[in-house]
């Protein structure tokens, strides 16, 4: 996911120490990094620019999660460093988990970039930044284990549109899922924001007009499991329901395996949690959840959703599937059809394993061998298109009702559109709400009636 910063909320210092344009690429948690980051240099008098051509330092910061991901990420950074000719480029920075992962190999292959900042490190950027100015820094490549997460203090710039927000609740992971390299990227322990501090960063957001909470982690059901505060999600959530003005509060990554029923209880009675719950599966056969090391079997899965429909019928669910993992076979995909076709979860992410190295399915994968790319191809494809039918049923069951959409501007699609989403819907990842009718401000929550149903999207008119 690229983001772009919003120019508005970026740009202003009047003291010029430096002028920074800021690329953030890959998932809400590197966004937050970034936007930290930005509010560190803002408040050190840097210029924050949206136009890369007068900027004197550029900084991409990065993700290397998949594939396609490091992919995007060599690509900004040849793009950003033809500013050196083109416009007033002097320090190419990278930062981010490609650093965290590749540092070495990069400085070597990228001699074009000043600077290389790692996860750990990315609390220093105005330090590093002015050092280097200076002339006193003696090498280009900075990486540390992560240990730093921001507090309400640090300074942030919520780039995004002004109504929604991502709250980093805790960063870290302990899961060592067989596929995964982000513990690598982010730290093997996790690490929690005590509930005061999260709370004192909402209300802060929310004063500046955010309506919609995005609590984000790598993991949110480990939140509070360092035990630095004694603190859980249930306390967390029972907190930021106080908030006044706060509308919705979504919760994002939340792993099947250890969600309490004292945190399904809250979810169910409180009216801002929204019913919607980001739950990554990976996949619905348990010889390979075994081999991915979920920890989890097919069979809890089930139990798990049927619980929570069971205390909030009109749960909203998302899930992500991987395809072609080391040992999937015909059977094993097979199975895992037949799960997501039984589940008719609204929003489902098919991802086509990516090879990681170090990781322990990469090893795996050395032992047994890959399935083949035209395979986990035609897997996704078939799975995308089995999911895309139930998305379109679950939507076509939302034409004639009245709901609660949070508007977010003109559509994409055509200026003669509103658009926005319900609580069934989060930021980029899922549809939209398209509007034809009636008119209302950015931000504003309107009552929605559906008209249509289109196979991602919906269509509405608004409604007194
Ligand atoms: Fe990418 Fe790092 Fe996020 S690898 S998905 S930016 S944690």
């Not at 067989?178 to 209300?203: M, N, Q, T, Y």
Request: charged letters at 25%; glycine letters at 6%; proline letters at 3%.
């Amino acid at each position: 996911m690229t983001t772009k910063l919003n120019p508005e909320k970026i740009n202003h210092s009047n003291t010029l120490q430096s002028s920074v344009y800021f690329v953030s690429l890959g998932c809400p948690k590197n966004l937050v990094d970034s936007q930290v980051m930005l509010g560190l240099l803002k408040s050190n008098k840097f210029q924050i620019t949206e136009e890369a051509e007068t900027a004197d330092t550029i900084i991409i910061n990065t993700c290397s999660f998949i594939d396609s991901a490091k992919k995007e990420s060599i690509d900004t950074i040849f793009e950003m460093s033809r500013f050196r000719e083109e416009g007033a480029l002097k320090n190419l920075v990278v930062s981010g988990c490609m650093v965290q992962r590749y540092a070495k190999e990069l400085e070597v292959e990228m001699p074009e970039v000043d600077l290389f900042i790692g996860t750990g490190e990315y609390h220093r950027v105005v330090e590093l930044l002015q050092k280097k100015a200076l002339g006193k820094l003696k090498t280009k490549t900075f990486v540390d284990i992560p240990t730093f997460i921001h507090t309400a203090e640090t300074p942030r710039i919520n780039t995004g549109l002004n109504h929604s927000a991502f709250l980093k609740i805790s960063e870290g992971c302990v899961r060592n899922c067989s596929f995964c390299i982000i513990p690598e990227l982010r730290g093997h322990k996790v690490r929690s924001r005590s509930v005061d501090s999260l709370v004192s960063e909402a209300k802060k957001l929310v004063s500046d007009g955010v309506k919609e909470l995005n609590l984000v982690a790598q993991d949110l059901t480990h939140y509070g499991i360092d035990n630095n505060y004694n603190e859980t999600l249930a306390d967390l959530l029972r907190a930021l329901v106080q908030i006044k003005d706060l509308h919705w509060i979504r919760l994002h990554y939340a792993y099947p395996d250890n969600f309490t029923d004292e945190v399904i209880d809250i979810i169910a009675k409180e009216e801002k949690i929204v019913k919607y719950l980001d739950m990554p599966i990976q996949y619905g056969d348990d010889k390979v959840l075994k081999l991915m090391n979920r920890r989890i079997t097919t069979q809890q899965i089930r139990e798990r959703i049927e619980s929570l429909r069971k205390k909030c019928p009109e749960m909203v669910f998302r899930t992500n599937i991987i395809v072609g993992h080391p040992g999937e076979t015909e059977e094993s995909y097979q199975n895992t059809k037949q799960f997501l076709a039984d589940l008719e979860l609204d929003h489902v992410g098919v991802f086509k394993y990516s090879l990681e190295e170090g990781t322990p399915s990469f090893r795996l994968a050395e032992k047994i061998g890959s399935v083949p790319e035209e395979q986990s191809q035609k897997r996704y494809n078939e799975l995308m298109e089995l999911q895309q039918s139930i998305s379109w049923k679950k939507n076509k069951a939302m034409v004639g009702k009245t709901i609660y959409v949070l508007v977010e501007g003109l559509s994409r699609e055509s200026d003669l559109l509103l658009q926005g989403r319900w609580a069934g819907q989060a930021q980029e990842i899922d549809g939209v709400i398209l509007i034809n009718d009636g008119d209302a401000k950015v931000g504003e929550m309107v009552k929605v009636e559906i008209t249509e149903a289109l196979p991602y999207d919906l269509l509405g008119r608004i409604v007194p």
